[in-house]
């Protein structure tokens, strides 16, 4: 660093100088002892001058012993100057520049002293790694001026409330470790601390005529729970704010085995559906749509499965939300998507197909346009395709929502309303959107015949429905007794168990040849779909 005089260096002029200014002070010493007494005499007339030379060598010693003390004061304050300029360069390097917390780098040795200083005194260390939940969002929404300043306020609350010798960092570009040494019997007051923190950094921020807001997720290790090594429990405090974070934010976690167990099990999950989707792991199933009052047989739900040669079957309620997660959503709803036209290919023509999609699908403005350019490709007929939209999605953006329905309907394929009723949707909303149908969420249909609540409210989604002009399926039909209960209202679907579980395209095939629903089929005498043919429950 600039300016700084190594030590060794600084050791070799300093002893330099002193060398030069003890030799003179001895030559002065000798050469006075020699010049002074005879010079006094001379001056006194009592005696000869001294020798002129030995006058020149003693005054020359004066000058050097001077000199010699006039350059160790300058080398003393050379050395003062640069040992600031070390302590400063030390400290830039061992901080972080936006928020003045300390750094990746100088955590960990800061938090082996603090260790230390904890063991002798019988306390253990808390780990607490903190992550502002929506730090993305600000940044990319508000500038990175923004998620600066969201960072800059997070850093002084947090210090704020920080305990006496208790370490902050800044270890990620979102995430901060509070180091601090407890009592091992009692971990309250470091709940309570985090409780203080996520309540703290969570308080909106007045920037520029905006709010901008942050919640904080806190994963907690000690130093007494295994390993007491740093980088260990900064790994276990990690592990633990992820649980936190996947617990729904702005919550509190102590790191536990489990948690390891969990996130190892997680990360096998993702590599196996990478693969899996690659290798077409990912297969569509079929769950058939009867129609009520015909009983006939309508369509078929496609509800996707993932046969993993080392886990087994998994249901989407699993690997959705994780595609979602990492990003595979849309790779992955593609190919079954693909595979579920071409199959419907073989059935008969009268019978449709319902796909669901997902939210990250929704927000894609260009969903509408894949999605035609696979039916383009399978040269399936739109009108004979239903996308489901879940209720509890609509709320993230009604705006492209509507777009995205209103493009879908162009080209002619149909839209329904899945899982009404637990979505809380408002009557304008419905309205706003002009969905072609609606699904009541099984909730509400499967104890049905005991249930007069449930009696009013299916009685009352089914009026909406013939309000605005959208028919209702109901789903999750189990037994006998509900396909009964059904029966005292009109214009139906149903879809559940009762009629079988959802199964592959094979199985599918299978059955409808039995019905003679197939486009292979020999016998060209049987009936087209609608006279009177009635699906039997199976
Ligand atoms: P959903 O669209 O509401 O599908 C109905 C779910 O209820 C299916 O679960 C189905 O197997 C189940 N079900 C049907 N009848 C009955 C019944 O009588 N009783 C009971 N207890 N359950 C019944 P599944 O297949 O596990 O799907 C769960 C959800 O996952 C689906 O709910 C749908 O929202 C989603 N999903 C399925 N496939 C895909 C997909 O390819 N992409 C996306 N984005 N989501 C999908
Ligand atoms: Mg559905
Ligand atoms: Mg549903």
Redesign the pocket.
Known sequence: MAGAVPESEELRRNGLTLGVALAAIALLVLTGLQVIPPLVAGLLGEDEAPDQLLVSAMLLNIALVLFGWRRLSMLRAEVVHSRAAAATARELAETDALTGCLNRRSIHRAAQDLLRKAQARQQVLAIAMLDLDNFKHVNDLHSHQAGDVLLRTAAERLRHHLPPEALLARVGGDEFVCITAFDPQNPEPIERLAAIWIEQVGQKIAWNGIELEASVSVGLSRSDDGDADVETMLHKADIAMFHAKRQGRNQIAWFSLTMENELRFRSALETGMRRGIIQGEFVPYY?KQIDLASGELVGF????RWLSPTLGKI???IF?PIAEEIGAIADL?EA?IRQALRDAQQWDPGLTLA????PVQLRDPWFAQKLLKMLVETNFPPHRLEI?I?ESNLHENIGLVRTMITSLKNQGIRVSL??FGTGYSSLAQLRSLPFDRIKID?SFITNLPESSENQAIVRSIISLGQGLGMPVTA????TEAVLAALANFQGLKA???LYGH?EPADATLDALRELHLTLDRTDVDTPPLDTGKHFRAA
């Open positions: 769950e739900e496609m509800l996707a249901g989407p309620d959705i709803s079954v796909v669901n999609i997902s489901e879940t899945d899982d099984r789903e999750g039909v189990e879809q559940g168990y959802p």
